[in-house]
């Protein structure tokens, strides 16, 4: 089989609307020149369209015509390098994926340790945000809670009742070993983080050992999160107010 019809046919496996890569495709290095020639021919064909340089999709078609990739879909291929997640979206795009607020950012954050990402590829506009700890495909659910924690205070029409409702549940969804790791990883995090995430785990009725949180805490700070009582029972032995 040509490299041509190798590539045509991984291709033709890909949904519409999907974003790709040269390393999603089964080439070896000595092929990216062929590999090139075929990319472009099948950009003229329409069949593919470009990105940006290296990122690639399919077009999608409906009856109302040709549907672009959303926001998610284009900024993937940049998470990744050489195969290995290094970043994730926080920000208000992924408090508006969490439920815990309706609007839309005009600009999407992207958090990661090893690199500084922007995007700026036509209407897709992406600001850099430093990660707390290195981001890995393990970890990145715990880091986007704990970005939710960490800017409870400044998600824009936030219902903090509903909002708790909504962590809890996240919360309970994770096993004792994720768990412990959420906890491990917090210890990274500003202490209103660690304390908000202890009285949260506290009032899930979670069995798990949260030494590590309140050993870690200064039992004189106070921190003031604006969350009462009467929506999370707990915040009084995390000072929180």
């Given at each position: ?22 390393k999603d495709l089964p080439i070896k ?213």
């Open positions: 089989m040509t490299i041509a019809k190798k590539i045509e046919k991984q291709i033709d496996t890909f949904e519409q609307g999907n974003t790709f890569t040269y290095k000595r092929e990216y020149s062929a590999t090139s020639k075929t990319i472009e021919r099948l950009i003229k064909k329409g069949k593919i369209k470009r990105i940006s340089t290296g990122i690639f999709y399919k077009p999608k078609q409906t009856i109302f015509g040709e549907i672009k990739p959303d926001e998610e879909k284009i900024i993937s291929p940049y998470l990744f390098k050489n195969g290995k997640r290094i970043a994730y979206i926080t920000g208000l795009l992924l408090y508006n994926k969490m439920g815990l607020t309706t609007q839309i950012p005009k600009e999407i954050s992207i958090a990661s340790r090893e690199k500084r990402i922007y995007i700026s590829k036509g209407k897709i506009k992406a600001n850099a945000v430093k990660s707390y700890v290195e981001v890995t495909d393990e970890n990145y659910k715990y880091l986007e809670f704990l970005d939710a924690l960490k800017d409870w205070k400044k998600i824009p029409d936030l219902d903090k009742k509903s909002a708790i409702t909504i962590l809890i549940n996240i919360l309970k969804k994770f096993n004792k070993k994720e768990t412990n790791e959420l906890i491990n990883i917090a210890l990274s995090y500003p202490p209103r983080v660690r304390a908000f995430l202890g009285a949260l785990l506290e009032y899930s009725g979670k069995k798990i050992n949260l030494n590590d949180l309140e050993e870690s805490l200064n039992p004189l700070s106070e921190y003031k999160l604006r969350i009462s009582k009467d929506i999370l029972p707990t915040i009084e032995k995390w000072n929180i107010k």
